[in-house]
Structures are given as structure tokens and as C-alpha cells.
């Protein structure tokens, strides 16, 4: 094996140890789960958006939508035209300002839908190695390994409820910008 190669995790230590850490990984789960729900449903909410700017059915903004290859692309898109096609320039920084905070929730989901999990003896979660390269004068690297403790669960938690929150926002705005655009 290289030097980079981990060694392998004590299998039989994790499954002997696994009923027992069972609820840490159940709410480190189920907080994830929940983050990329209310993250997912979010993002969709801009295929109703970009109905109304491109004046068309659903399936036809869906399919706009889903051709674009990131979501960076796609809220770039969403963000051009309103700035064609809206009327009312408070309505254009009111989207801007709903797309910031998707953005701002994204950077959590982003640490942990892309990175490498990392348990203890016991099996309970306790790191991530987020799998985003960092390039400085020093080189390229990979981001931080971050523990995955109380303060992190409490930052998705809090992240949980802003998507929440800006859901809501994201369903009021609807009505606004349909009249933005008559």
C-alpha cells in the first residue's frame, strides 16, 4: 500500500459496537436526509420561477431547468432573465436576495453531500473530509476535515430551518413576480 492509503476501518469492532452507536448515526442521518430534502425542494422552487419569466408551461421550464448542468448555472439563468423580463426592479433584488440565501444554505449541503464520511471504532460519525480542492500559492489541496460534533449538527439544524423559512418565501414571492411580469 502507498502512504496515502488509509488503513482499513476494524470491521468486526464497528459491527460489535453498532447497536449500541446506533442513534448517533440515526440523527446524524436523519439531519442529512433532511437537509437535502428542504435543499432539493428549494431548488425546484425555481422551476416555478423560471415558468413564470419564460412564460411557459411547467414541463417546459422543468426541462430548461434540468438541461443546465449545475445549479450555479441554472439560478444564473433565473437571475438574467428577471433582469429582462421584470418590470419592477424591487422584485428583481427581492429574487436576488431569495438566491443569495439559497445559495448560503447550499454551502452547508455542499459539505455534506460531497465528502468522505469518517466513523470511529464504534462506528458513530465523527468527521467529514469535504471533497472540494483548494488552490493558493502553496499548491492544491483538499478542504478541511471537519469534525461532525454538537456545534455542526446544531449548523445543519439551524441550516433546516432557514430552507424552511425561504420555502415559504420562495411560495409568497410567486404571486409578485407573476404581477412583475404583466
Avoid at 453498532?18 to 428549494?42: K, P
Avoid at 460531497?114 to 462506528?123: A, E, F, K, S, V
Wanted: glycine share 2%; with cysteine.
Amino acid at each position: 500500500m502507498t502512504k496515502d492509503m488509509p488503513v482499513p476501518p476494524d470491521f468486526a469492532a464497528i459491527d460489535a459496537s453498532a447497536a449500541a452507536t446506533a442513534s448517533q448515526r440515526t440523527e446524524v442521518l436523519a439531519l442529512i436526509g433532511n437537509l437535502v430534502f428542504t435543499w432539493s425542494n428549494n431548488e425546484s422552487m425555481f422551476i416555478y420561477v423560471l415558468m413564470l419569466l419564460l412564460r411557459v408551461d411547467f414541463s417546459s421550464a422543468a426541462i430548461t431547468f434540468v438541461s443546465l448542468n449545475t445549479t450555479r448555472a441554472r439560478l444564473d439563468l433565473v437571475r438574467r432573465l428577471a433582469k429582462a423580463k421584470c418590470t419592477n426592479p424591487a422584485t428583481v433584488r427581492k429574487l436576488e436576495r431569495l438566491i443569495q440565501r439559497f445559495n448560503d444554505c447550499t454551502k452547508v449541503r455542499n459539505d455534506f453531500n460531497h465528502c468522505i464520511y469518517q466513523l470511529d471504532r464504534d462506528g458513530r460519525i465523527t468527521h467529514t473530509s469535504v471533497l472540494r480542492l483548494v488552490e493558493d500559492k502553496q499548491g492544491i489541496r483538499f478542504a478541511d476535515v471537519r469534525p461532525v460534533d454538537r456545534k455542526r449538527l446544531t449548523e445543519v439544524a439551524a441550516t433546516i430551518r432557514k430552507l424552511t423559512a425561504l420555502n415559504r418565501d420562495l411560495w409568497a414571492f410567486l404571486t409578485e413576480l407573476e404581477r412583475s411580469l404583466a
